[in-house]
C-alpha cells in the first residue's frame, strides 16, 4: 500500500524556520512529481509547491515564493519543504501528495496524514 | 489563475438521498477537474479524476460529470461514511493547483 509520512511540523516563531519531510513507500518515489498542500485551520486546500520526478524543475504558490523551497532525495525516498522566514498566515496541517501516474494531468493519487505548523510568538 | 467556485458551501442531507454539488471554473478548463472527499482530521482522499473518471476503490454511487466550466459531483444514495467535506481542483492550468473552497456535507 502507497504510504506518505509527514515529519517536522511544530511550533515556530515569526521569522522562524523549519523543514518538512515526507517519507514515502511501496512505490518508485523517483518515477513521479510530488507536492506540498496546506490547509490553515477551519479552513480549504490550498497548493503551496510541486517538483518533477527528478529534482530538476519547482513550482510555487505565489504567497510562499522566495521563502519556501521543495526538494527530493530519490535515493531516500524523501520529499522535503525548507520553510524560512515564517509568517502567522503559514499556520496550517502540512499535506504531501502523490501527482497522479506519470504522463497525466495533475491529480493527486496518495496524501500523507499532514503534520502541523503553527507560527506564533 | 483560474477561479473555482463550489456550490453551495454547505448542505444537510440524510441517508438514502440523492445529492449533487456543481462546481464553476472561472474560465474554461475542459475536463480538467477533480473532486476529492476529507473528514475531519483526515487527508483529503481522491474521488473522481478528469471530470467523470471514478479512481480506483470509490463506491460507485460516486459520479462526476460535466465539462468546460461547469461541472458536477453526484452521491446516489448518501451513506453515513459519505458525511464529510469536497473539494474539486483544477488540472488544466498550473500551477497554481487551484482547489475549490470545499462543500461541507452536513447529517440533517
Known amino acids: 500500500e502507497v504510504q506518505l509520512v509527514e515529519s517536522g511540523g511544530g511550533l515556530v516563531q515569526p521569522g522562524g524556520s523549519l523543514r518538512l519531510s515526507c517519507a514515502a513507500s511501496?512505490?518508485?518515489?523517483?518515477?513521479?512529481?510530488m507536492h506540498w498542500v496546506r490547509q490553515a485551520p477551519g479552513k480549504g486546500l490550498v497548493w503551496v509547491s510541486r517538483i518533477n520526478s527528478d529534482g530538476s524543475s519547482t513550482s510555487y504558490a505565489d504567497s510562499v515564493k522566495g521563502r519556501f523551497t521543495i526538494s527530493r532525495d530519490n535515493a531516500k525516498n524523501t520529499l522535503y519543504l525548507q520553510m524560512n522566514s515564517l509568517r502567522a498566515e503559514d499556520t496550517a496541517v502540512y499535506f504531501c501528495a502523490r501527482d497522479g501516474p506519470p504522463g497525466t494531468a495533475y491529480w493527486f493519487d496518495a496524501w500523507g496524514q499532514g503534520t502541523l505548523v503553527t507560527v506564533s510568538s | 489563475d483560474i477561479q473555482m467556485t463550489q456550490s453551495p458551501s454547505s448542505l444537510s442531507a440524510s441517508v438514502g438521498d440523492r445529492v449533487t454539488i456543481t462546481c464553476r471554473a472561472s474560465q474554461s478548463i475542459t475536463s480538467y477537474l477533480n473532486w476529492y472527499q476529507q473528514k475531519p482530521g483526515k487527508a483529503p482522499k481522491l474521488l473522481i479524476y478528469?471530470?467523470?473518471s471514478l479512481q480506483s476503490g470509490v463506491p460507485s454511487r460516486f459520479s462526476g460529470s460535466g465539462s468546460g466550466t461547469d461541472f458536477t459531483l453526484t452521491i446516489s444514495s448518501l451513506q453515513p461514511e459519505d458525511f464529510a467535506t469536497y473539494y474539486c481542483q483544477q488540472s488544466y492550468t498550473t500551477p497554481p493547483y487551484t482547489f475549490g473552497q470545499g462543500t461541507k456535507l452536513e447529517i440533517k
Open positions: 478528469g471530470a467523470s
Open positions: 511501496a512505490f518508485t518515489f523517483s518515477s513521479y512529481w
